[in-house]
């Protein structure tokens, strides 16, 4: 192993320095925990930042790498693969929807849903919401909120942002010449925001009187991770097009763009592609990430343990816990970036969203002794 202080001097000479990473090396992990180079043992509440929802290196996911692996990794889209058309007809149940286009990441998932709303309805005006993240690359970035990410870039072609579950600032931003609204049914970069019940509903009213399309991006609150299997399932609210990425794969990159009836025969030939999406491997590994999310009930889990950390969160006296399922965001009156380093070095893995909040996203295999263990840490160095 090369020594930590000789990589992190190797790294900031070799790749660009996009990340504020954590002081650690990370080598390995097994279900909610992760261990460093020195050997240290990490119970890990980031979960790759909600990719790691079946744990890490679940064994199911592993076994269906690897025989996949021996046997085929990569064809491109030229020609046809079976995983690739088993993971969109499971993808299609679980969502409701009636088409998948593969791609590689949230980001590039985001990407096709613009470019297929465009072709759709040929407009291109979109509403998003304030605090929303959708991604970096040049089209997401104008759907991302935050400034800082977007200014040094202009011109984007940027959305309508407006407040964030606020029926009437969506109401008067959207017109007949809206192409879509694009929401998070949870907020999650912006730390962990539950949108009123009706909220989603009413958006959903909203762009059918205005003839828009309603884009649910459910990256992060994908595959169990609220508690239900997407986000829009606490609402009942069907969207024309669905955003995936993160926990789908199980680890390995992909997204996923899902698209409903009334725009399921919109791209013609040729209107978008990628040479890696839906791969045989990476197809191989979703499928046995969704067998497991079902097999271990990872939904209820979430659920349930999820009302668990949040209870056991009171504790802490916060300011403010919001959640659904295992999607946590909790605000203190601490300096939460000093406290993420500082739980790194008691063992916890934790993110803080904002000088004040913390996301707690963990594995949905957490047990609820790794959850008191991390709840009491935090609260011991508040
Ligand atoms: C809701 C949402 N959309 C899109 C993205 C972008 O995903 P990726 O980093 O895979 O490009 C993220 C990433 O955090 C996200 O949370």
Redesign the pocket.
């Known amino acids: 192993m090369i020594d930590k202080n000789q990589l992190k001097k190797r790294e900031s000479e070799s790749i660009f320095q996009t990340y504020g990473r954590q002081d650690v090396v990370l080598v390995r992990g097994s279900r909610a925990r992760v261990w460093d180079s020195d050997g240290k043992e990490y119970l890990d509440f980031v979960a790759g930042?909600?990719v790691n929802n079946v744990g890490h290196c679940h064994p199911r996911v592993v076994e269906a790498i690897c025989q996949q692996a021996a046997r085929l990794i990569h064809t491109s889209n030229l020609y046809y693969t079976e995983n690739q058309v088993l993971l969109a007809e499971e993808l299609k149940r679980l969502t409701g929807m009636k088409r998948a286009y593969f791609c590689n990441?949230?980001?590039?998932?985001?990407e096709a849903a613009l470019k297929l709303t465009r072709r759709a309805t040929g407009k291109s005006k979109i509403v998003a919401a304030e605090r929303?993240?959708?991604?970096?690359?040049l089209g997401?970035l104008g759907l991302t909120y935050k400034p800082i990410y977007r200014e040094p870039f202009q011109p984007l072609s940027e959305a309508a942002f407006i407040p964030y579950n606020d029926v009437e600032a969506l109401k008067s931003a959207v017109t007949r010449e809206t192409a879509a609204i694009i929401l998070?049914p949870v907020q999650?970069?912006a730390g962990v925001y539950v949108p009123d019940a009706d909220y989603l509903k009413s958006a959903r009213q909203i762009c059918d009187d205005a003839g828009a399309q309603l884009i649910f991006?459910?990256?992060?609150?994908g595959f169990g991770r609220t508690g239900k299997w997407f986000g829009k399932d606490h609402s009942g609210v069907q969207p024309d097009i669905i955003?995936l990425?993160?926990a789908i794969g199980g680890g390995l990159?992909m997204?996923a763009m899902l698209a409903g009836e009334s725009v399921s025969e919109a791209f013609q030939k040729g209107d978008h592609g990628s040479t890696f999406a839906g791969g045989p491997l990476i197809s191989a590994a979703a499928l046995a990430t969704i067998e497991v999310i079902k097999r271990e009930l990872l939904v209820q889990r979430s659920e349930e343990l999820g009302r668990y950390l949040r209870n056991a969160l009171e504790r802490l006296e916060p300011r403010e816990i919001r959640g659904q399922g295992l999607m946590v965001g909790l605000d203190l009156d601490a300096d939460c970036k000093m406290l993420v380093e500082k739980a790194l070095q008691e063992g916890v893995l934790i993110n803080n969203t904002g000088e004040h909040t913390l996301r707690l996203i963990p594995p949905l295999v957490v047990t609820k002794e790794e959850i008191d263990r991390v709840v009491t840490v935090i609260g011991e160095l508040l």
């Open positions: 930042i909600a990441s949230g980001a590039e998932s985001v929303a993240f959708h991604g970096r690359t997401a998070e999650g970069e991006d459910e990256v992060q609150t955003t990425a993160k990159p997204g």
